[in-house]
Nanobody
Framework: QVQLVESGGGLVQAGGSLRLSCAVSGRTFSSVTMCWFRQAPGKEREFVAA????????YYADSVKGRFTISRDNAKNTVALQMNSLKSEDTAVYYCAADTGRSGYRGSAYYPASAEYAYWGQGTQVTVSS
């Protein structure tokens, strides 16, 4: 059984930083893309960032480019999301997800809407006060 457990959420002032972590346990995958999504109250869940576990290639939503950084630690089996210059619109529950297939890829580009996410974490709340 695969488990994804997020941590690191909290309350921060606008302009501040937070670092989220996703611990992956259970089976290992030969090829996986780890992703962060978020869902704000009354809104649909949206893609935030992704990282290929094999080659470390990263992908970001336009709304977070230049402010958020996704990274992985192969030895610890964790994925982190460093969030800087936070804005009130970043307030949401953040979820970690695992894409164990290839349907999201077209060449080297990644299309999260086309991917299938086999595993999800329980989410961690991020609140940015203005």
């Amino acid at each position: 059984q695969v488990q994804l457990v997020e941590s690191g959420g909290g309350l921060v002032q606008a302009g501040g930083s937070l670092r989220l972590s996703c611990a992956v346990s259970g089976r290992t995958f030969s090829s996986v893309t780890m992703c962060w999504f978020r869902q704000a109250p009354g809104k649909e869940r949206e893609f935030v960032a992704a990282i290929s576990w094999n080659n470390g290639r990263t992908y970001y939503a336009d709304s977070v480019k230049g402010r958020f950084t996704i990274s992985r630690d192969n030895a610890k089996n964790t994925v982190a999301l460093q969030m800087n210059s936070l804005k009130s619109e970043d307030t949401a529950v953040y979820y970690c997800a695992a894409d164990t297939g290839r349907s999201g890829y077209r060449g080297s580009a990644y299309y999260p809407a086309s991917a299938e996410y086999a595993y999800w974490g329980q989410g961690t709340q991020v609140t940015v006060s203005s």
